[in-house]
Nanobody, 123 residues
Framework: VQLQASGGGSVQAGGSLRLSCAAS????????MGWFRQAPGKEREFVAA????????TYADSVKGRFIISRDNSKNMVYLQMNSLKPEDTAVYYC?????????????????WGQGTQVTVSS
């Protein structure tokens, strides 16, 4: 599975952005899809993940209620709708794919990674 993230940009606090991740390769629908982020000087951290069929999602506490992850298996796409953005959301955002059935949050379970897209939130 090859992943290409897009949709990042600069926005003021309180604004919204929608990230997209296009997947190529076989069996996209049989991968859990996740979003992670890495701020300067910090470790990469989990943001959100969605199950194979899209019916189960999980979020980091820091984004719960503000971000929504979704997927469209017919288009091999996964999305991250980010609302009420805060300066602390500033980071490079990565999409990732995990071939297991469980929706997991640890980086080590994800087999495939996209190149990242920059999100900058100004106060």
């Amino acid at each position: 599975v090859q992943l290409q993230a897009s949709g990042g940009g600069s926005v003021q606090a309180g604004g919204s952005l929608r990230l997209s991740c296009a997947a190529s390769g076989r069996a996209f629908s049989r991968h859990v899809m996740g979003w992670f982020r890495q701020a300067p000087g910090k470790e990469r951290e989990f943001v959100a993940a969605v199950s194979w069929g899209g019916g189960s999602t999980t979020y980091a506490d820091s984004v719960k209620g503000r971000f929504i992850i979704s997927r469209d298996n017919s288009k091999n796409m996964v999305y991250l709708q980010m609302n009420s953005l805060k300066p602390e959301d500033t980071a490079v955002y990565y999409c990732a794919a995990d071939s297991s059935r469980m929706v997991l949050t640890a980086l080590r379970y994800y087999d495939y990674w996209g190149q990242g897209t920059q999100v900058t939130v100004s106060s």
